[in-house]
């Protein structure tokens, strides 16, 4: 019966450490995510469709993104073409890209509109490459946040012994191979956007 009840006192340390762990990787992959979501508002010289995706269009009363009332294409590398499903919403989606803060000059020919992409002037594009690297630093402070947050669940619980020292160990080296591996993600894809920043 001790037996049984030491293998379960195990069990359950296990079981929380893997839960401050599960925890703890849920919340760096929304941190990555709404990074990568902060990247892709970032307007390069280039087009992609996904540009638009934060442009909200009054559709019969309510709001919803361009790609739910149009189809979104690209034209050509430096232009998006945006053709609505009815109508009357050309005026509509036109005023709204126009309106959002991406500062893109929309342009109806017929039932199409065409959102050519401005070229970035060099000022621009170092104003651009701060603000993405500032965004990054944000997600790197999030994700080390995260790391110390966990890490004093683990203290906790050693403190309150629920766990081991060597459990306590494990727990905050597993907390830190997550953590560098977010971090290098978060690296890449600021090197990536970089990179796209700077070709003309």
Request: proline fraction near 3%; include cysteine; aromatic fraction near 4%.
């Amino acid at each position: 019966m001790a037996v049984f009840a030491l293998s379960f006192e195990v069990f359950r340390e296990c079981d929380m450490i893997n839960e401050i762990k599960k925890s703890a990787e849920q919340k760096m992959q929304k941190t990555q995510e709404a990074f990568k979501n902060d990247l892709a508002k970032v307007r390069t010289g280039r087009a992609h469709t996904g540009i638009l995706d934060h442009v909200m269009v009054d559709y019969y009363g309510s709001d919803v993104p361009v790609n739910q009332v149009a189809n979104v294409t690209l034209i050509d590398a430096r232009t998006i073409g945006v053709q609505p499903w009815e109508k009357p919403m050309l005026a509509k989606i036109e005023k709204a890209i126009r309106d959002c803060d991406l500062g893109l000059n929309p342009a109806s020919m017929g039932e199409i509109i065409r959102v050519p992409m401005p070229m970035l002037t060099e000022e621009r594009r170092k104003d651009l490459i701060k603000v993405v690297r500032g965004e990054a630093e944000g997600a790197r402070v999030a994700v080390r946040n995260i790391r110390r947050d966990s890490n004093n669940e683990f203290k906790n619980l050693l403190k309150d012994k629920t766990i081991t020292e060597d459990d306590e160990r494990r727990g905050q080296d597993e907390i830190q191979k997550l953590t560098d591996k977010y971090i290098a993600e978060v690296d890449k894809m600021l090197a990536a956007k970089e990179a796209d920043l700077l070709a003309v």
